[in-house]
């Protein structure tokens, strides 16, 4: 069967959304001053548009069934979950207990390397970068006043340690993304993908040591924590890493934060029902991305844009491996483009579910690959979220926390390696 060369045409919506969004960030000098909903509003009403050979009816009717196609809608209710989640674990102080205990639990002479690990363990237990910059950014830079270690290296390992827990989190929006949009488990990617980034992270520690040898004291003062309140993350981690459903495990960590806090006195029934409707909340914005992307996708699939791709990449590349790097290139640069990893992986995701299935490659995989790269570039564009918030608690500018986010760097070369080295296997 001849492969259709499909249509340029069709990915004008993708276009627009790109040049819509930069040129609102650069305008206004912030890439966070307007929304991302209404650049990709705009590109919805222009693959829309574009088609005049169908009616608007017809148009309208394709846009609504991508919005509403089963995954979307699926990975939507997790979004749910996993925000409630967040925030009742949140309420019942579980972060707070999982920054004391790791910041009580540091080796003298080792305080840079401590904080980079503990920020792997609360990343990975909270499922949110931004959430373990802000918990330890404060603390990094008191260690960094005590010892007069440099503010630059304390505060790059808060980052990396916190993508390193934003690409392999169970409860992490690129993981619910990626596995979602791929068809593959939680379990599965995040036993492929913690093979892969375990070497980074492992040199990224050895490299902290070195540079801070001998420079380190231990902190003064008492963290209190408390063992109880951290239940819901490991909870959780266990459940998900022996493959339970993920509307399971999300469930059974809001009932299980929401009885430590009711118990421990955190708060009430009604602060409960207020926590988890918080939560809910801060997820609202990436739902709707979610539906008006999926409706963005199915309308280029329909235009052509989906078969273009398919038949550029089937020409110019001849193999599993460049298919691969061909979906890395393109997480990558939607990433730099929106300074969103979750937002990336839900463009591309699709795209590359497409390329997979044309080129017979491992869900897993592709999820890993999407979820890697997305990860990679995240923690090291000096205008997204993670650094602009890191920047903004040390008080110092964040290209001058890029020279040492080792991790993130690591991170790509560890992904590349597996794409290039590791046998690709065959798929039933």
């Known amino acids: 069967m001849e492969l259709s060369k499909g249509s340029a045409k069709g990915l004008i919506p993708l276009a627009v959304f790109v040049v819509t969004y930069l040129t609102i960030a650069i305008i206004a000098r912030n890439f966070y001053a307007v929304s991302v909903i209404i650049p990709f509003l705009i590109a919805a009403l222009s693959g829309i548009i574009i088609n005049r050979g169908r009616s608007l009816e017809d148009k309208v009717e394709s846009f609504c069934k991508g919005a509403g196609e089963s995954n979307i809608i699926l990975m939507c209710l997790i979004f749910v979950l996993a925000g409630a989640f967040a925030e009742v674990a949140k309420a019942a102080g579980a972060v707070e207990s999982t920054v004391n205990l790791g910041i009580t639990l540091l080796p003298e002479n080792l305080l840079v390397t401590g904080i980079f690990i503990i920020a792997c363990f609360i990343s990975i237990s909270i499922g ?72 980074a992270a492992i040199v990224t520690a050895i490299l902290f040591t070195i540079l801070t040898s001998g420079q380190g004291m231990k902190l003064d003062g008492t963290y209190k924590y408390n063992i109880i309140k951290i239940i819901p993350y490991i909870g959780v981690l266990i459940a998900a890493i022996a493959g339970m459903n993920v509307l399971t495990v999300l469930s059974g960590g809001i009932v299980l934060a929401g009885g430590i806090g009711i118990f421990t006195g955190s708060f009430g029934i009604i602060g409960l029902f207020e926590s988890m409707a918080k939560g809910i909340a801060g997820m609202s914005e990436l739902i709707i991305i979610s539906l008006i992307i999926g409706g963005i996708v199915e309308l280029i699939k329909d235009n052509g844009g989906i078969d273009y791709i398919l038949y550029v990449i089937s020409t110019k590349i001849k193999s599993k491996r460049g298919a691969e790097i061909g979906i890395a290139a393109l997480v990558s640069l939607v990433d730099i483009c929106t300074a969103n990893n979750t937002i990336a992986i839900i463009t591309v995701g699709p795209i590359a579910k497409n390329i997979s299935d044309k080129f017979n490659l491992e869900p897993k995989r592709v999820a890993g690959i999407l979820d890697m790269f997305s990860c990679v570039f995240q923690g090291l564009i000096p205008y997204g979220a993670q650094l602009l918030l890191a920047s903004s608690l040390a008080m110092i500018s964040p290209f001058q926390i890029m020279g040492s986010l080792f991790y993130p760097y690591l991170m790509g070369i560890s992904a590349l390696i597996y794409i290039m080295v590791f046998p690709i296997k065959e798929v039933e």
């Open 128 to 199: 949110t970068s931004m959430g373990t910059i802000a918990a330890l950014t404060p603390i990094a830079t008191g260690v960094s006043d005590k010892t007069g270690i440099a503010l630059t290296i304390i505060v790059g390992a808060v980052v990396g340690g916190a993508m390193f827990g934003d690409n392999l989190s169970m409860i992490s929006d690129t993981t619910i993304a990626a596995t979602r949009t791929q068809g593959c488990k939680l379990k599965d990617k995040f036993k492929m993908n913690f093979k892969i980034v375990l070497p």
